[in-house]
């Protein structure tokens, strides 16, 4: 049996991102989107920090070009498009937000095509357009908690089309640095994430951010939230989504961790939810699309 790492990595994302979207959603509401996107990727900093440490991996061994090319893939990928997807998931809820995911997918394939000169054969695009079919038929589905979530739905829409276009464009970025490199990608985690992070503080110091938006951060509770949802969200997706760049196409990898949404159906019955035929048809749509792209590796 081939190895199929990116693809397992891909999925281990998409599951950490549908709870983690949901629970930014109820944090989102004490916290502005700027100052939670900063916040979760300094703590996620921390956490790769002290990994690093741990492992004794200390030397980062990277030609300049791949370490300039993750950094400008997290000022785009983690600066702005993480903080549009924040302010989607604030104006239109979860649901919603995750369906602006599904558009990453096809863009990273075409740029990764148009930048990268990387091939997809027919097999590899319908994989992504069914795993894709089966994502947007299960969000798109209306429910009395997604109208009651839609507080600003124009700008949910254009918050969250320029996240799929920045988490795209980061993809690729990362994919061109990663191709031909043998470092770590908690390394190259790390170095998207400060990118990232630093954009975000100028951001900051540019808006005169007041400290009253850091206030939540007082209360343990929110901060035991924060820290844990932060460890998981960003430390551990982070590193799955590099794994995933890594060792396999960019298309495949950003269709594979864009099944976020499939992930809420079995939540959302442990917690006893009443979950529709059309859900589980949709699931079943994506999990064909997920056969064709990692049988791609048989």
């Not at 949901?22 to 790769?48: D, E």
């Not at 949802?229 to 960019?250: D, E, R």
Request: charged share 10%.
């Amino acid at each position: 049996m081939s190895d199929l790492r990116g693809e397992i990595a891909a999925l281990g994302a998409a599951l950490i991102w549908a709870v983690a979207s949901f629970i930014y959603v109820g944090l989102g509401k004490w916290m502005p989107p700027l100052v939670l996107n900063f916040t979760k990727s300094t703590i996620a900093i921390g956490f790769i920090l002290l990994t690093l440490l741990l492992r004794g991996d200390t030397s980062l061994e990277m030609p300049p070009l791949s370490v300039g090319l993750l950094f400008f893939s997290g000022v785009i990928g983690i600066g702005f498009g993480d903080t549009a997807f924040f302010a989607c998931l604030n104006a239109v809820g979860a649901r919603r937000a995750l369906l602006f995911e599904a558009l990453s997918p096809p863009l990273a394939a075409l740029l990764a095509f148009a930048t990268l000169d990387e091939q997809l054969g027919w097999q590899a695009w319908i994989g992504i357009l069914l795993t894709l079919s089966g994502v947007a038929w299960v969000i798109v589905e209306r429910t009395p908690d997604d109208v009651q979530s839609q507080r600003s739905p124009f700008w949910g829409i254009c918050f969250g089309l320029l996240a799929a276009l920045g988490q795209a464009s980061g993809a690729v970025l990362s994919r061109a640095a990663l191709a031909e490199v043998s470092a770590s990608p908690l390394w190259s985690s790390l170095i998207r994430l400060s990118a990232g992070t630093l954009i975000l503080l100028l951001c900051l110091i540019s808006r005169r951010e007041s400290w009253k938006a850091f206030q939540p951060l007082c209360s343990r509770r929110f901060l035991g939230i924060l820290t844990l949802t932060s460890f998981a969200g960003a430390y551990l997706a982070i590193w799955l989504q590099q794994t995933a760049l890594k060792f396999t196409a960019t298309g495949i990898a950003q269709a594979l961790t864009s099944t976020s949404p499939l992930f809420v159906i079995p939540l959302a019955i442990w917690a006893g939810d009443r979950v529709t035929m059309r859900a589980f048809c949709g699931v079943l749509i994506a999990l064909a699309g997920i056969w064709l792209l990692f049988g791609l590796n048989q």
